[in-house]
């Protein structure tokens, strides 16, 4: 009888050596949401985990807005495709098997199909990493600008310097009722305000940009120039990932901005 046994345990463990079993054990992981909190790849792609069944992503063209499963060890992504000979919306799960999950960085290996039962495919890993954790240091900080060119013609040229002064010159020229110029609006950033902005720009990773971008079609050339300490950095072009993206939008609001006192226009 014993004998027995051990001749069926011993086939048992040779059978689950021979034949993998496909997520038998597999750990069961829970994305714990964190909303506010956006993780950047060292390709700058973004995630934020909104909800249990909510993402906010930029992998492989997702919708930025994403509903999401997970299963086991692996999380699906739902995309909707339109077929090119028809409106007709598609839908699939496209799979990354979560590699690590921590409060500061997630892991995961694209272009894994475990839901179809399919063998792995050869994806590279993604290292997503909290962007509170990657700001640059901006300490010397001396100046930066910002010149955008819109495909609808509007011009901007934007800057703050090291003493939180804002200067903001707009084409086609803005006239008063009297018909006077007021293309150029100067104003000083409160103190509060500026190192709002400093961290903002900290966050921006904008030095990891090269220097010259691509475009996308009726997508406006956004050129920056940054000083720090004895280094001036440029980098000319359209395409803005979601960190450069916020800069951006921070710095094209700064005419409508409360943090900016003591404003005045002049031509």
Avoid at 55 to 60: E, G, K, R
Avoid at 80 to 94: A, C, F, Q
Avoid at 161 to 184: M, Q, R
Avoid at 204 to 222: A, F, T, V
Wanted: net charge positive; aromatic share 10%.
């Amino acid at each position: 009888m014993k004998m027995k046994i051990k001749n069926h345990l011993f086939i048992t463990f040779a059978c689950l050596t021979l034949f993998p079993f496909n997520g038998l054990w597999a750990q069961q992981i829970r994305l714990v949401p964190q909303p506010g909190k956006i993780f950047i790849s060292k390709t700058m792609e973004d995630l934020e985990i909104l909800s249990d069944s909510i993402l906010v992503t930029s992998i492989q063209n997702h919708d930025h807005h994403s509903i999401y499963k997970v299963k086991n060890d692996a999380l699906f992504i739902k995309q909707h495709h339109i077929s090119k000979s028809s409106t007709r919306y598609s839908v699939e799960y496209l799979g990354y098997k979560i590699l690590n999950f921590k409060t500061d960085t997630i892991i995961l290996k694209s272009d894994y199909r475990a839901e179809s039962n399919l063998p792995q495919g050869p994806g590279d890993s993604l290292v997503f990493v909290s962007l509170d954790k990657l700001k640059q240091p901006v300490n010397n900080f001396r100046y930066i600008k910002l010149s955008f060119n819109s495909s609808f013609g509007s011009v901007a040229d934007i800057s703050v310097d090291s003493t939180g002064k804002v200067s903001y010159l707009t084409f086609p020229e803005i006239k008063d009722e009297n018909g006077k110029i007021l293309a150029l609006t100067i104003g000083y950033l409160s103190d509060n305000e500026y190192a709002n902005f400093k961290n903002v720009l900290s966050k921006s990773l904008i030095m990891n940009l090269p220097e010259l971008r691509g475009c996308d079609m009726d997508d406006g050339e956004k050129d920056f120039e940054v000083s720090i300490g004895n280094k001036i950095f440029i980098t000319k072009g359209c395409v803005l990932h979601y960190p450069q993206g916020l800069l951006f939008k921070y710095l094209y609001g700064l005419d409508k901005n409360e943090g900016v006192k003591n404003k005045h226009t002049g031509k």
